[in-house]
């Protein structure tokens, strides 16, 4: 290779490295600040709210500021009146920086009301101011007015209208509610019918003859004969007050005796007998013993039976 060439290669290598590095910081200067404003809604009535967006962009190396915008002697001056800030940084491509600053503003006055003005401030990694930008915001917010502007007296108060209810809803209501309250009794009606024939049904007699079987159980298994007496009054008065439709569970002996003579009831003198020897255990400290207790149940049974088998009979 001669001297020429050799010489030109050998510059060539020195230069290469130097132009990259001042291509690459050229790169790095051609990343601008570029300031937008974005005020969301653009028309509102008076006292209404807005949303006013400050984006710069700048170098990676650069940190913005904003001054003035809510400095409240600043907005003051201005139809705004400051409810909330909040900021924030990212790195939207290498080499490139990206603050938000987003405002949340309160607007008063009438007409279009333009933004305050404010200064973007960068700075370096060291804190050292690189350069300062004033920026008046083009964008501008309309406010209109909650009254019209052409009005200039009270408008008389209407008076308030009275509902007009067709004549035909009311009889349908009415209609409505005898046919609810009709139903309604028709169902309380059914009820109770069906309660009393399943009274009916129910043989008193047989109830009757259970119990007294389960009574003699309870004395041969060891009851007291005063405590069989108190039980065996209970079940007869009941019987009678569901085979006769008498008030026997609550009435006394002598009253029972009364409504049996009028009913002209067949084994009248057994019923009462029981019922009176029942009294004397109870009331006179009688003291019958087990065999005297069974001799009562037995005729109990015997007074059910033969009544149950004349009213089958009848």
């Not at 600043?74 to 790195?91: C, D, G, M, N, Y």
């Not at 003859?209 to 309870?218: D, F, P, V, Y």
């Not at 013993?289 to 005729?299: A, F, I, M, T």
Request: aromatic share 6%; net charge positive.
């Amino acid at each position: 290779m001669t001297g020429f060439p050799r010489q030109l290669l050998f510059l060539l290598l020195v230069l290469l490295p130097i132009s990259f590095s001042s291509a690459c910081c050229g790169a790095e200067r051609r990343v601008r600040p570029e300031i937008t404003v974005r005020v969301t809604p653009d028309s509102v009535l008076v006292g209404d709210r807005i949303r006013c967006t400050i984006t710069v962009h700048h170098s990676e190396r650069e940190i913005a500021v904003l001054e003035g915008f809510d400095r409240s002697d600043t907005v003051a001056e201005q139809p705004f009146e400051l409810i909330s800030r909040k900021h924030s940084s990212s790195l939207p491509l290498s080499g490139a920086g990206k603050d938000a600053f987003e405002f949340e503003l309160a607007v008063f006055g009438t007409g279009r009301q333009s933004l305050p003005s404010f200064t973007v401030v960068l700075r370096d990694t060291a804190g050292k101011v690189t350069k300062k930008i004033p920026c008046q915001p083009s964008a501008s917010v309309f406010v209109r007015a909650l009254t019209d502007s052409t009005m200039h007296d009270l408008r008389p108060v209407k008076p308030p209208l009275k509902p007009s209810i067709p004549s035909l809803l009311i009889i349908s209501v009415i209609v409505w509610v005898f046919g609810v309250a009709g139903v309604v009794l028709l169902l309380l009606f059914l009820l109770k019918r069906t309660v009393r024939n399943s009274a009916e049904r129910v043989d008193s007699g047989q109830v009757a003859q259970r119990k007294l079987r389960k009574l003699g159980s309870s004395l041969s298994a060891g009851m007291p004969p005063h405590e069989c007496y108190e039980e065996l009054s209970n079940i007869m008065r009941s019987f009678l007050e569901n085979h006769y439709r008498i008030s026997a569970l609550e009435a006394v002996t002598q009253e029972i005796e009364r409504d049996l003579k009028k009913l002209g009831v067949a084994g009248f003198e057994s019923i009462m007998n029981l019922l009176k020897q029942a009294d004397l255990v109870k009331f006179a400290d009688s003291r019958p013993d087990v065999e005297e207790s069974r001799q009562s149940l037995h005729k109990a049974s015997e007074v059910i039976r033969t009544t149950r088998a004349q009213k089958d009979e009848g």
